[in-house]
Structure formats: structure tokens, C-alpha cells
């Protein structure tokens, strides 16, 4: 009973560490909000602030759709910048191709990128809606260290 009790204990200590060690951070608007508005075919952004350290880390971003009207759809795509200023679609870079983007469905959703590093400072969800639709959007940055 106190081997697995301190096994529990061992294995509780390592998974809190290794919790600890990550990062996590909200995208923010323009407005300096953690979700905004797409309505109809705008484009609308959310991006990291500030920058992020630890470019060799796995990264995950996590974006999070919630429909409010009409039919969602549009593109939504993950960029990249080292000036926080000039944003551009990150590529792949074994192909240097542009990195998958996403086709927004008719319904409240979440999707995500996995980045095996994280070759840039700043990151930028941009949303491209189409026709009538309105929704609401936030994402999330994660690092390992």
C-alpha cells in the first residue's frame, strides 16, 4: 500500500512540474479584448502581447468559435512576425508551403495548429468571414518549455 501510495505521489509531483512548465496566453484584439466579432466578410485578428520566449518549444494554438447569427463560414489561418508589426501565413518548413488554414463550419467550434517549434515572436489568428454570419472568436497560446 505505500509503494503505490508514493508511486501516486511521484507521478502527482512530475505531471504538476511538468504543468507548471507551460506557457498559456490569450490572443488579443485590436481592443486589447480576448475574443471579438466577425461579422460578414471582414477579416478580424487576434494576436499574441506581448512577445513569447522560448522559440524551440512544441506550440499549440487553440482557437474557439462561438456562433451568434447566420451562416458561419470563412477562413481563419494562423500567422506569424518578429516585429509584432509585419504578420505573414507561417509556412511549413520542410515544404515551405503555406501552413493549412481553416474553413470555418456552420457551427460553434474549435480547431488548432500544433507547431513542432516556434520560429516566431508574435502570432496572429486572422478570420476572414463570408456572406451573412456573425461570431464570436477567441484563442489561446500554448508553450511547452
Same mark, same amino acid.
Not at 60 to 65: E, G, L, P, R
Given at each position: 500500500?505505500?509503494?503505490?501510495?508514493?508511486?501516486?505521489?511521484?507521478?502527482?509531483?512530475?505531471?504538476? +512540474?511538468?504543468? &507548471?512548465?507551460?506557457? $498559456?496566453?490569450?490572443?488579443?484584439?485590436?481592443?486589447?479584448?480576448?475574443?471579438?466579432?466577425?461579422?460578414?466578410?471582414?477579416?478580424?485578428?487576434?494576436?499574441?502581447? #506581448?512577445?513569447?520566449?522560448?522559440?524551440?518549444? #512544441?506550440?499549440?494554438?487553440?482557437?474557439?468559435?462561438?456562433?451568434?447569427? @447566420?451562416? $458561419?463560414? @470563412? +477562413?481563419?489561418?494562423?500567422?506569424?512576425?518578429?516585429?509584432?508589426?509585419?504578420?505573414? =501565413?507561417?509556412?511549413? #518548413?520542410? +515544404?515551405?508551403?503555406? !501552413?493549412?488554414?481553416?474553413? =470555418?463550419?456552420?457551427?460553434?467550434?474549435?480547431?488548432?495548429?500544433?507547431?513542432? &517549434?516556434? #520560429?516566431? !515572436?508574435?502570432?496572429? $489568428? &486572422?478570420?476572414? @468571414?463570408?456572406?451573412?454570419?456573425?461570431?464570436?472568436? &477567441?484563442?489561446?497560446?500554448?508553450?511547452?518549455?
Amino acid at each position: 500500500m505505500k509503494r503505490i501510495l508514493c508511486i501516486l505521489i511521484v507521478g502527482l509531483v512530475a505531471f504538476s +512540474t511538468i504543468e &507548471s512548465k507551460a506557457q $498559456v496566453a490569450s490572443l488579443k484584439s485590436v481592443y486589447d479584448l480576448t475574443s471579438d466579432t466577425v461579422v460578414n466578410a471582414a477579416t478580424v485578428t487576434l494576436t499574441t502581447s #506581448p512577445k513569447l520566449s522560448d522559440l524551440n518549444a #512544441p506550440t499549440t494554438i487553440w482557437v474557439s468559435v462561438t456562433k451568434i447569427s @447566420g451562416t $458561419v463560414g @470563412g +477562413t481563419i489561418s494562423l500567422q506569424g512576425s518578429l516585429d509584432g508589426t509585419n504578420f505573414k =501565413a507561417i509556412n511549413t #518548413p520542410e +515544404t515551405q508551403t503555406a !501552413l493549412a488554414t481553416i474553413t =470555418a463550419t456552420d457551427a460553434t467550434n474549435t480547431y488548432h495548429w500544433r507547431l513542432n &517549434s516556434s #520560429p516566431f !515572436l508574435y502570432y496572429r $489568428v &486572422s478570420w476572414t @468571414g463570408t456572406g451573412t454570419m456573425s461570431a464570436r472568436f &477567441s484563442a489561446q497560446i500554448m508553450r511547452a518549455k
